[in-house]
């Protein structure tokens, strides 16, 4: 998730890796964790792998220069490729790895807005699914605490289905309007 988001970051605008993290860590925060020990190797990684290169360096604190890096057309068509490929993960990882994804919905397209947006509305129904599977087991909590722990867990998923469910019929309808 870290690649997919320094790249969809380097895709807007040329950055230096704390510049990078600062931006990470506002947008992301409730997503991935940031720090330093990730953010310098994984800038190392996508240079020698050609997906973004240093286009400047500036003078930084300390006399140290700081690279300043911009994504490259290869980095480019890794990050298009992690932004539509699915994942098979935790719940939990898959939630945030989509609102990552939601982040840079701008810079795609809108069928594939669409694909990313329907797979995201059937993880969220086959996850509605399996928690009412799992109702009986939960029917009689012990404690009130648990109870009110399973209630907005439901409640939660049942927001997040009709927020993606609005989120689709706009997008359907923006396609629909320009037809």
């Known amino acids: ?26 947008f992301m925060s409730s997503c991935i964790s940031v720090n330093y020990g990730a953010i310098y190797p994984l ?3 996508l240079e020698e792998r050609g997906e973004i290169s240093v286009v400047s360096e500036v003078a930084g604190d ?13 980095g480019r068509d890794l990050w298009r490729q992690k932004m539509l ?5 935790s719940w939990v990882n898959s ?13 795609l397209e809108s069928p594939e807005r669409i694909k990313l947006l329907e ?3 059937r993880v969220c ?5 399996d928690l009412e599977g799992q109702q009986t087991e939960h029917d009689n909590p012990v404690d ?5 722990s399973w209630e907005r867990c439901t409640a939660t998923l049942q927001l997040e289905i009709e927020w993606l469910t609005e989120q689709l019929a706009q997008e359907q309808r923006a396609i629909s309007a320009c037809a």
């Open 1 to 26: 998730m870290l690649e997919l988001s320094a790249l969809g970051l380097l895709q807007r605008e040329p950055l230096h890796g704390y510049r990078l993290k600062q931006q990470l860590e506002l």
């Open 43 to 45: 800038l190392k990684r």
């Open 62 to 74: 300390g006399g140290n220069p700081r690279k300043i890096y911009g994504i490259t057309a290869q």
């Open 85 to 89: 490929e699915h994942h098979q993960e």
């Open 95 to 107: 939630r945030s790895r989509f609102q990552i994804k939601f982040f840079f919905f701008g810079d």
């Open 119 to 121: 797979h995201r509305l």
């Open 125 to 129: 129904y086959l996850r509605q699914d």
């Open 144 to 148: 009130s605490y648990q109870a009110a």
